[in-house]
Structure formats: C-alpha cells, structure tokens
Nanobody
Framework: QLQLVESGGGLVQPGGSLRLSCAASGFTSDYYAIGWFRQAPGKEREGVSCIRSSDGSTYYADSVKGRFTISRDKAKNTVYLQMNSLKPEDTAVYYC?????????????????????WGQGTQVTVSS
C-alpha cells in the first residue's frame, strides 16, 4: 500500500523560501513518478512539479519555473520541493502524489496525470 506524507509547509513572507518534503513508503517497484500539486481556496488543483525515479527527469508548471526545484533522495525515499522567491499566489495546500506504472512513466509527469495515491497535504502560506 503506497503511502505519502508531506511536510515542510508554513508561513513565509513574499520572496522567502520553503522546502517541502514528501516521504514515500510501500513501493513495490523501482519505477515511480512523484508529482507535487497545489490547491488554493476557490481554485482547482494544479500540477506544480514532477520527478521520475528512473532518470531523475523533472517537470515544472510554467507558473513556478525558475523558482521551484524538485529533487529526490532515493536512500530516504523522499522527494523535495524547494520553493524560492515565493509569491502570495503560491499560497495553497501542497500535495504529493505517486504513480508507479512503468507503462506510463514517459508521459505521466508531462501531463500531471494520472496520479492515484495522495498525501494529506501541507499548508503553504505566503503573506507579509
């Protein structure tokens, strides 16, 4: 059973930084993709970033390119999202999600879909 736990959220001023962590467990395959998503009040959930375990390929939404960096620590079974130059519009609950089907690893990060297992989310608030 795949389980994901997000952490690292909090309150930060505009221009500040946070690092989110997504700790994963219960994998039955060495192939996986982990995506970061966010949902702000009154808005739809959107894909933010994604990383593929096989080659470390990374993907970013246009809204966060140049500011956010996704990375992984295989030994710790953890994926990180380093968020710099934060803006008030980055305020949202951030979720990580996993996909482990090898047959769709080539496309799942580009499309941010489908992801079936989700963490509980961590709140990020950017405010002065």
């Amino acid at each position: 059973q795949l389980q994901l736990v997000e952490s690292g959220g909090g309150l930060v001023q505009p221009g500040g930084s946070l690092r989110l962590s997504c700790a994963a467990s219960g994998f039955t395959s060495d192939y996986y993709a982990i995506g970061w998503f966010r949902q702000a009040p009154g808005k739809e959930r959107e894909g933010v970033s994604c990383i593929r375990s096989s080659d470390g390929s990374t993907y970013y939404a246009d809204s966060v390119k140049g500011r956010f960096t996704i990375s992984r620590d295989k030994a710790k079974n953890t994926v990180y999202l380093q968020m710099n130059s934060l803006k008030p519009e980055d305020t949202a609950v951030y979720y990580c999600a996993v996909q482990s089907l090898p047959s769709i690893m080539a496309t799942v990060c580009k499309s941010f879909h489908p992801f079936k297992s989700w963490g509980q989310g961590t709140q990020v608030t950017v405010s002065s």
